[in-house]
């Protein structure tokens, strides 16, 4: 029988085959297929979920699994590019969540895609065993030349699902836009993936030949990189590859694609939202985290991109009128805070946060995709109201799912958020320099942020749920079928008991010592690595402080706005934002995020653009036309001594010659 | 003994004269002939230099030459015997479209 360390590229390679399946069964055979594909992705993920989880157990045991599966260009002397499957702690938590959440989002489809009538299905399955099969890949990558592949992947399988209505407007320029604003990042991660290689000759994450010990070596010897000093060179990188994940996870300024993204199927929101696009930019930052972790500069950036995206991105999620815009824009909030996390030092913490937001949002979603199938496709939530009833299940899991979300205690939400807060204060109060300033800030936004998080969570519980059905649609709102109900289930468990793996205030850290699992292999990937090198090299302190105090402040808040959305829309609603004026239209209008980065390409790209255009005709190729017209001029002219008399000819070979003695005459001096 | 100076000059003058000819005459045939006035003229040459120096080389290129103006001879021939077919003359004033 054969282990799991030999059959792990399988957990990728079965949504793969569904791909596969789907797309042959569309060309040869369209009818044979019942359900539009979906039974083999459904099985798929299945046993990618199965063989993922008996891969974590593997992991448990203290063993990771690597394995080098193609060596696709090897240069003597120098380095090899190669695709291979690494699974160490982190990879297996993060290969179990992206299975799970893709198997239930499959099920939820049948419900959601193949229930109301949707055309294209064999398309629409395709795509998702595809998008599966290149975050496995990612999750699992051991390099980061084959982590960028895989990341292109999953944002050119975002851009096709996001535009699955292609023949509508709206989602084909918002697909348009999501690949056009993640690729803009891309740029800069493939300049660092070029740059890594041309630094450290490998590409590699983990164990002693990987490049974040390879950078932490250069720093400590004081080895130059690329020419630079250690210090700049591995800020220079990481900042490369940042880009990248700024794209993809959404953060502030390239988070304008998330929204829009939400013409999409509510599944695939579900599932870009949880587990794999969005997710594979944080979860970048985890994967190379001892690479991040040198560099003070690379951490304050982080942790001060992500505090200001979350209070940023929550602001706005308050005046938002559309079930998925308030989730989309909680999306950007909780990744923010993720960043936060990882930037404050917080491994663990970020990890934490990933996965229940992971589970919460996931099940957020599906249960918005709930109540829009039960309402007949109404995304506003100002016409819903009331459904409490006709929804139990729905209700209760969203319930949950948001009690996560705004950070209420004991839902899994509360205790990771907790964590990021108190990771990013006691580093600030402990770190001497900017950095240590810098984090308190980043700090500030983030506490400041849960208010908002319980204020916006609350008003969408209350206008989608509560009071009196406000138009007919709300009133004959349907019942939903088991596969809808049987995923609002199985999140709606974890998203209430998931943060119960590491309640830090309690000393439960059961998260933190299973990130700890695999230290003795040697991979230098463990959460107690990265807190040496943190403290060794960036020369990040942590201050004394009761966790208890940040909790209880940052539960306050979230109950404080919590409260005050249950005041203000429990039971007879008013659109309240509006009094908030010029405000209200300012965050209404999204900060004019999306009209300056408009202005920004028409008003500056391209006239920029315009301009090197009008050069490149006029300057450059002004002078190339110049010279071949010289050449045609006087062409034309000295080919009239071609008489084809051949007097002239030898007239001229003479006089030639007497020239060319003439003058060897008087350069040789006989004269 | 004749110094090797008189044979220069006979040489020169031979040049000179087959020059002349090249660049005068019309006649194809006359041409032709001045050709190998100026080939001879360089025989001369070669062959009073191989004489002052003591050294037969310069003999041995004089036959070369020899050998290379019959062979000219034979393609000028040919080249009159085309021209004549063509133009019932020739003058070499005649051919004047091989050109741009």
């Not at chain 1, 055979?29 to 083999?40: D, E, M, T, Y």
């Not at chain 1, 880009?243 to 829009?260: C, E, M, N, R, Y």
């Not at chain 1, 918005?368 to 100002?382: E, K, L």
């Not at chain 1, 916006?456 to 406000?470: K, Q």
Request: aromatic share 12%.
């Amino acid at each position: 029988m054969a282990t799991i360390g030999e059959i792990a590229p399988a957990i990728a390679l079965l949504p793969l085959a569904s791909f596969a399946v789907a797309l042959a069964s569309v060309v040869f055979a369209p009818r044979l297929l019942q359900k539009g594909g979906a039974i083999p992705g459904i099985l798929a993920t299945a046993g990618s979920l199965v063989l993922s989880v008996w891969a974590f157990v593997h992991v448990g045991g203290g063993e990771p699994i690597e394995q080098e599966l193609l060596a696709w260009a090897a240069a003597p002397d120098s380095f090899e590019l190669t695709l291979g499957v690494l699974i160490d702690p982190l990879a297996a938590l993060m290969l179990v969540i992206v299975s799970l959440v893709a198997f239930l989002v499959h099920v939820f489809s049948l419900g959601y895609m193949n229930a109301e009538g949707e055309t294209g299905l064999h398309r629409y399955y395709a795509e998702l065993g595809l998008f599966t099969f290149s975050m496995l890949f990612f999750v699992m990558a051991d390099n980061i030349l084959m982590a960028f592949m895989f990341f292109e992947l999953v944002g050119l399988c975002s851009f096709l699902l996001i535009g699955f209505w292609f023949r509508e407007e709206a989602p084909a320029s918002a697909a348009k836009k999501a690949f056009l604003v993640t690729r803009f990042g891309d740029y800069f991660f493939l300049v660092g993936v070029v740059g890594i290689f041309a630094a450290f000759g490998t590409g590699r994450f983990v164990g002693s030949e990987g490049f974040p010990h390879l950078a932490e070596e250069a720093i400590a010897e004081g080895h130059e990189i690329l020419g630079m000093s250690p210090e700049t060179g591995v800020m220079v990188l990481g900042l490369l590859v940042l880009g990248g994940v700024i794209g993809k996870s959404a953060q502030f300024p390239l988070h304008t694609w998330l929204p829009d993204a939400m013409e999409g199927p509510t599944t695939v929101s579900a599932l870009i939202h949880a587990a794999t696009m969005v997710a594979a930019g944080v979860y970048l930052v985890a994967r190379m985290f001892g690479f991040y972790a040198l560099s003070p500069t690379l951490l304050a950036i982080i942790a001060l991109v992500g505090g200001f995206t979350a209070l940023f991105a929550a602001t706005m999620g308050v005046v938002k009128d559309e079930i998925k815009q308030v989730l989309a824009y909680s999306t950007i909030s909780q990744y923010g805070y993720m960043m936060l996390g990882l930037g404050a030092g917080g491994y663990v913490a970020g990890t934490f946060h990933l996965m229940n937001h992971a589970f919460f949002k996931a099940l957020l979603f599906l249960g918005a995709g709930s109540v829009i199938i039960a309402t007949h496709h109404t995304h506003d939530m100002w016409k819903m109201g009331g459904l409490k009833e006709k929804l139990p299940v729905t209700y209760y899991t969203f319930l949950a799912g948001s009690l996560a979300l705004a950070g209420i205690v004991p839902f899994s939400g509360f205790w990771s958020k907790d964590e990021i807060l108190y990771e990013s204060i006691v580093h600030g109060l402990g770190t001497d320099g900017g950095l240590g300033v810098l984090l308190l800030l980043a700090f500030a936004f983030g506490l400041l942020a849960v208010f908002f998080t319980g204020f916006y969570t609350f008003r969408m519980v209350a206008l989608t749920f509560h009071g009196e059905p406000r138009t007919e649609v709300a009133e004959d709102a349907h019942g939903v079928g088991w596969s809808v109900k049987l995923p609002l289930i199985v999140l709606g468990v974890l998203a209430t008991v998931a943060g119960l793996v590491n309640m830090a205030p309690l000393d439960v850290e059961y998260l933190h010592s299973w990130l700890d699992t695999t230290e003795e292999a040697g991979l230098l990937t463990s959460a107690h690595h990265y807190e040496e090198v943190l403290h060794d090299v960036a020369h990040v302190e942590a201050a004394t402080l009761t966790p208890i105090a940040t909790a209880a402040v940052s539960l306050g808040l979230a109950l404080a706005g919590a409260l005050a959305a249950w005041r203000l829309y429990g039971s007879d609603p008013q659109p309240h934002t509006d009094r908030l004026g010029s405000i209200k239209e300012l965050v209404g209008n999204n900060y004019y995020q999306d009209e300056y980065q408009v202005w920004l390409a028409e008003g500056v790209t391209l006239p920029l653009s315009r301009a090197a255009d009008t050069f490149d005709q006029v300057v450059v190729d002004g002078v190339v036309d110049g010279v071949s017209s010289v050449s045609l001029f006087s062409g034309r002219r000295i080919r009239r001594i071609q008489s084809g008399i051949v007097s002239n000819y030898v007239a001229l070979l003479t006089a030639g010659l007497v020239v060319l003695l003439v003058t060897f005459a008087f350069m040789g001096g006989w004269f | 003994m004749v110094p090797v100076q008189w044979y220069l000059l006979l040489s020169a003058a031979m040049f000179c004269i087959g020059v002349f000819g090249v660049l005068t005459r019309r006649n194809a045939l006359v041409i032709l002939m001045s050709v190998e006035l100026m080939l001879n003229a360089a025989n001369v040459n070669l062959v009073a230099f191989s004489f002052q120096h003591g050294n037969l080389t310069g003999q041995t290129f004089a036959l070369f030459t020899m050998a290379l103006a019959a062979a000219e001879v034979a393609i000028g021939i040919g080249i009159v015997l085309v021209l004549y077919r063509n133009f019932e003359d020739i003058d070499v004033g005649l051919p004047t479209t091989m050109r741009w």
